[in-house]
């Protein structure tokens, strides 16, 4: 009768041993082992976010988006350094439908500019998009601007140049050095 209760007896002393384990305070905090962040956000106190939702907004009601896989606040240089990032331009405003992705950025939030040194893809409705080398994103002033190589691309054309500044809201975008090539068939405001 006695060797019927043994595997019990051994279940429970196991259950109240994990038990008195799990209540224990410890000095060791699990990191996760190859984190694809940055390492520090400049120096100074900082704060690991997980996956992030930044917004901007603005006195028009309408609100500027960083999503991003992973991030660090620096606390005293006031800037968030993401990676796997896709940042939203102007949603709730006429002019939404701007979406830019980069693998890296650094939002500044004092001076309103979001750095892309890693370069970046941009897309906006009505099948424009862009491959852009190093830019920055002036909030302040609602500009893009890629002193490097860049190529854009929409329906029927397609411009590759240097020195891009696309100003989102106007509706305005000057290049130097551009090479065009069009193409009739898809040109805008033709038929057939």
């Known amino acids: ?95 939404a439908g701007t979406t830019v992705r980069a693998p890296r950025a650094v939002w500044d939030l004092d001076g309103k500019t979001i750095g892309l040194s890693e370069g970046c893809q941009a897309a906006r409705k009505g099948g424009w998009a862009g491959e852009l080398s190093a830019a920055t994103l002036d909030l ?16 029927g054309v397609s411009v590759q140049g240097k020195n891009l500044a696309w100003e989102w809201v106007e509706g305005k975008i000057t290049m130097e050095s551009t090479t065009s090539r069009l193409s009739p068939a898809k040109g805008p405001g033709r038929k057939g």
């Open 140 to 155: 302040a002033g609602s500009i893009l601007r890629v002193p490097g190589p860049a190529r854009i691309e929409g329906p």
């Open 1 to 95: 009768m006695n060797l019927r209760i043994l595997p019990w007896a051994a279940m429970a002393l196991l259950v109240l041993l994990l038990a008195i384990r799990s209540a224990l305070p410890t000095n060791v905090v699990a990191v996760p082992a190859s984190e694809p962040g940055p390492e520090t956000s400049g120096g100074g106190p900082e704060i690991r976010l997980g996956p992030v939702d930044v917004r901007e907004l603005r006195d028009d009601g309408s609100w500027n988006r960083l999503d991003a896989d992973g991030a660090v606040y620096g606390y005293a240089s006031r800037t968030v350094s993401a990676w796997g990032v896709t940042v939203f331009l102007g949603e709730g405003a006429p002019f």
